[in-house]
């Protein structure tokens, strides 16, 4: 398992930095070229400028000896290979080196004058090739360089991919597989360490069941039951962590990218570190939620009714932006004393029931409303959507034990006969379902509104 998830993911890794190692030392190379070839113009220019004098006053001289040196000096420096000079009607007045059947020839053109007088024309030859040959030590430097940052960048992904990921993936894999439902058998921690989120991810996940063994008695719909609460929880986790992931992996490549053009400042460098280890905060942070859900919670505590609802808000935050569904709340500033865990699992689960329902809604607003109110000493909580509501048939069956349908097979699998226990014999309440038409905004909507009294 581990070695076929490591071979998949490296591959995958080693084709986009490969394409990308490549497009960027290619880039190198051709700034590099560009760099050596405005050299090279500069140095024709710089040539230019400190001689023209000296030629200026050999040819109004008719001194050819003079002019003859001063040209045989400026063949002799390495990017010149020929001098040619012309007068005004185009005579050869002194050439030397190389001027004709030059490959990828440079040429750079100057006139001379004496006393503003034009007296004659110097060509200096160069050639492309000259930046070729001054370069090429350089590109060598460069790919080598690059070979070797990929080579030692592969090999550090591919240990900390098989160390942080596939490694831990399997032995999860290993665990759950080794897990019997049939005999209350538990996961077990042997083969992964205690400091790590996924040992205490799976010990939250035993308590649970232990709970959920309590509650529901040992037959074949609590086994299905079981396995949806450990998918929903991966899934939810999975949606949490897509974003930070994203984040850090685009300050990883873009940090490397201005490293190799030269561009990075301290500054740069510091916001992007900044930006992957709060990403990583934020990962660590989605267990712990997790986690502290899925403990057990029968102490009573004062809370505001907004904190559980913002709670199971959060935790389905990516999942309810992703299917377009908007959240109306209306919530007062209520104090309560009561489990907050609990009841935010009892709202995970409206919510998700209220989610899946609105996944066959088709070109309409998806809407779920949240309100929490008080009214004869009670908190009353009411979650609605605009699915259309549930069928009349029904409705009165969803809180029966094991009772199945559509919409409530995709919410959280702890399901609504759990909800409502939890709600009964926890948190001292109720819960009840109708179908309701409203107006929001001009528009009527029909949906199912589930009702929370503690």
């Not at 900044?274 to 919670?297: G, M, R, W």
Request: proline residues 1%; contains cysteine; hydrophobic residues 40%.
């Amino acid at each position: 398992m581990t070695n076929k998830i490591g071979k998949v993911l490296f591959k995958k890794i080693f084709i986009w930095y490969t394409l990308i190692a490549i497009i960027l030392t290619c880039y190198q190379i051709y700034s590099e070229y560009i760099t050596y070839d405005k050299a090279l113009n500069n140095s024709l220019y710089n040539t230019e400028k400190s001689l023209k004098k000296a030629l200026s006053s050999a040819v109004w001289n008719l001194d050819d000896e003079l002019t003859k040196v001063t040209v045989e000096s400026i063949v002799e420096l390495d990017n010149i290979l020929g001098v040619k000079i012309t007068d005004p009607k185009g005579s050869l007045v002194s050439k030397v080196g190389n001027t004709e059947n030059i490959k990828k020839v440079i040429s750079h053109k100057f006139e001379l004058y004496h006393t503003k007088e034009y007296i004659a024309d110097v060509i200096l030859f160069s050639s492309q090739n000259i930046t070729f040959q001054n370069m090429k030590n350089n590109v060598k430097v460069i790919l080598i360089n690059a070979l070797l940052k990929s080579i030692f960048l592969l090999l550090v992904i591919y240990y900390f991919t098989n160390k942080m990921i596939t490694q831990i993936l399997s032995k999860l894999t290993q665990a759950l597989n080794s897990t019997s439902l049939s005999n209350n058998s538990k996961i077990t921690f042997d083969e992964l360490s205690k400091d790590n989120e996924i040992y205490t991810l799976i010990k939250s996940f035993n308590d649970m069941n232990d709970r959920l063994e309590k509650e529901v008695h040992k037959n074949k719909e609590l086994q299905d039951l079981r396995l949806k609460a450990m998918g929903e929880l991966l899934t939810n986790i999975a949606h949490q962590w897509r974003q930070p992931l994203a984040v850090i992996s685009t300050a990883a490549t873009g940090t490397k990218f201005s490293k190799e053009m030269g561009e990075l400042t301290d500054e740069d460098f510091n916001r992007a570190m900044d930006s992957i280890n709060n990403s990583t905060q934020h990962l660590s942070k989605t267990i712990n939620d997790f986690s502290t859900l899925l403990k057990k919670d029968s102490i009573q505590k004062e809370f505001l009714i907004s904190s559980p609802i913002n709670k199971a808000l959060d935790i389905l935050n990516t999942l309810l932006k992703t299917q377009n569904i908007q959240i109306i709340k209306n919530i007062e500033n209520i104090s309560i004393i009561s489990s907050k865990n609990e009841l935010v699992k009892v709202l995970l689960s409206l919510l998700n029931n209220s989610k899946d329902a609105l996944t066959n809604l088709e070109d309409e607003k998806k809407l779920i409303f949240i309100k929490a109110y008080k009214k004869d000493e009670k908190t009353i909580i009411e979650v609605k959507d605009n699915a259309k509501g549930i069928k009349e048939e029904i409705l009165n069956k969803i809180f029966e034990p094991y009772f199945t349908t559509k919409h409530q097979a995709q919410g959280t699998g702890l399901g609504l006969y759990i909800s409502q226990n939890i709600l009964t014999n926890n948190l001292h309440g109720s819960i009840s379902v109708t179908n309701i038409k409203y107006v929001y905004k001009g528009i009527e909507y029909k949906g199912a509104n589930f009702t929370i009294e503690i």
